[in-house]
């Protein structure tokens, strides 16, 4: 089946106002030509307003880089789905690695957060992955396979959510998974998809993170199964990130 290819860039906790702003003028100009391929980038939160006011009547889009799950009430230091539609922001990730190893996400709460985005409009871009040790114990189809299960623990109001396939061993390590061990794994994630969605899972994109960069993005774009990327490190310049968009675009076309 046919689907839109998609390259998010993570910045992370990286780059303050000024320096947003003119990285995403960059990605602008860069990325203006680039045609087949869904686009966006998730700023820190502090400055999602301004990235939001930038893009503007382009293609590319804003994502943000974490939601909580209730619209309003007493969760200081969080902000809502509401909060980031207003600002015009059209994704958000949700569960990264980071977040579960430092922050202490769990798989309810992942649940809880891409329901509540699917239910208030927005996209959810739900990270999955093994880590290390996992993968080295062959264990990295469990772990799918709880992760998947746990975002589909009760029945999602739409389907037009994202899911990233990223291991943990290789985000920000330089160690890529291999377009094959990648592949297997989004197969692996779709099969587990299919169990609930059914046909419907074969619209679902899922995307690769991992130290993906300008070299390695197409033969991993070529995959059947991968489709497009979630960028940390390599999309911070602007030139790698459009070098990587138009990798993708190619490799899907
Ligand atoms: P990386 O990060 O590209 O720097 O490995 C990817 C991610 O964490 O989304």
Redo the contacts with the bound molecule.
């Keep these: 089946m046919k689907r839109t290819p998609f390259v998010c860039g ?1 910045w ?1 906790l990286h780059h303050l106002l000024a320096e947003t702003l003119s990285t995403l003028d960059e990605m602008l100009l860069g990325t203006k030509d680039i045609e087949g391929v869904e686009l966006a980038v998730a700023p820190v939160a502090t400055v999602l307003f301004a990235a939001c006011e930038k893009v503007t009547g382009h293609a590319l889009q804003i994502a943000a880089q974490n939601v909580f799950y209730a619209s309003r009430g007493a969760f200081t230091g969080e902000w809502s789905v509401q909060h980031l539609k207003e600002l015009g922001c059209s994704y958000a990730l949700v569960g ?1 690695s ?1 977040r579960r190893q430092f922050f202490g996400e769990t798989d309810l709460l992942v649940h809880q957060k891409a329901l509540a985005c699917l239910e208030g409009g927005l996209v959810p871009i739900v990270c999955v992955g093994e880590s290390l040790e996992e993968r080295a114990q062959g264990k990295f189809q469990d772990v799918l396979h709880r992760q998947v299960q746990a975002l589909m623990q009760a029945p999602l109001p739409r389907h037009d959510f994202i899911m990233a396939y ?1 291991p943990v061993w ?4 330089g160690q890529v998974a291999s377009p094959e061990q990648a592949n297997e794994a989004h197969a692996f994630i779709r099969s587990c998809l299919r169990k609930h969605l059914g046909d419907k899972a074969e619209s679902i994109r899922i995307v690769y ?4 960069n300008s070299d390695n993005a197409a033969s991993l774009a070529e995959q059947e199964e991968i489709d497009g990327a ?5 999309s911070l310049r602007a030139d790698s990130f459009a070098a990587i968009a138009q990798a993708v675009a190619r490799a899907k076309t």
């Design positions: 993570n992370k990264h980071e990223e290789a985000i920000g390590t993170g991992g130290s993906v979630l960028v940390g490190g390599a």
